[in-house]
Structure formats: structure tokens, C-alpha cells
């Protein structure tokens, strides 16, 4: 069993920067994706970025690249999601997901764990 914890949501004005982090216990992970959705008020929950555990390879959706960075601390068994020049489309609960696989996917049924989520407000 994989357990996944969230940290460092909050609010944040339009510009601002917020870092995520989710604290992973229970397994070892060398061979787990390890990723991040989102899901805003009233809408579907969507990806927002993954990286293969053991590797540099990483994936993000388009609405993000060149803002949010995914990084991983393997002393810490701690993955992060650095999220910069935010806007309010950003507003979400932002999940933290694991995959018991060796490639990226973007698709929601794809991961198998998932965190409790994180609210991050951004205002105008």
C-alpha cells in the first residue's frame, strides 16, 4: 500500500508562486510514476504533470509548461510540483497520484493511489 500526503496549498494573488509537496510512504519507488492532477469547481479532474520515479523523464500538460516544474527528493520520499507566474485558472484541489508502472500516462485511470488534496486559490 502507497500513502500519499499533500502539503502547501493556499491562497495566492495572480503572479504569485506556490510550492506542493507530497510526502510518500509504504513502498519503494524506483519503479512508480509519480504525478499530479488537478480539478477545478465544476470541472472534470485533469492532468497537470508526472515523472518517472527512477529517471529525469518528465511530462506536463500544455495549460502549465514553462510554469510548474515536477521534482522528486528520493531521500526525502518526497515529490514536489514548484508552481510559478500563477493564475486564477489555476484555482483547483490538486491531487497527488502514483502509478505502478515504467511510462508516463496522462490519463486518470492510469494511476493507482491517490493523496487527499490540496486547495490552491489564485486571485485576481
Known amino acids: 500500500q502507497v500513502q500519499l500526503v499533500e502539503s502547501g496549498g493556499g491562497l495566492v494573488q495572480a503572479g504569485g508562486s506556490l510550492r506542493l509537496s507530497c510526502a510518500v510512504s509504504?513502498?519503494?519507488?524506483?519503479?512508480?510514476?509519480m504525478g499530479w492532477f488537478r480539478q477545478a469547481p465544476g470541472k472534470e479532474r485533469e492532468f497537470v504533470a508526472a515523472?518517472?520515479?527512477?529517471?529525469?523523464?518528465?511530462r506536463y500538460a500544455e495549460s502549465v509548461k514553462g510554469r510548474f516544474t515536477i521534482s522528486r527528493d528520493n531521500a526525502k520520499n518526497t515529490v514536489y510540483l514548484q508552481m510559478s507566474n500563477l493564475i486564477p485558472e489555476d484555482t483547483a484541489v490538486y491531487y497527488c497520484?502514483?502509478?505502478?508502472?515504467?511510462?508516463?500516462?496522462?490519463?486518470?485511470?492510469?494511476?493507482?493511489?491517490w493523496g487527499q488534496g490540496t486547495q490552491v486559490t489564485v486571485s485576481s
Open positions: 515523472l518517472k520515479w527512477s529517471g529525469d523523464v518528465t
Open positions: 497520484v502514483a502509478a505502478r508502472r515504467t511510462y508516463i500516462s496522462s490519463s486518470l485511470n492510469a494511476y493507482d493511489y
Open positions: 509504504g513502498r519503494t519507488f524506483s519503479s512508480y510514476v
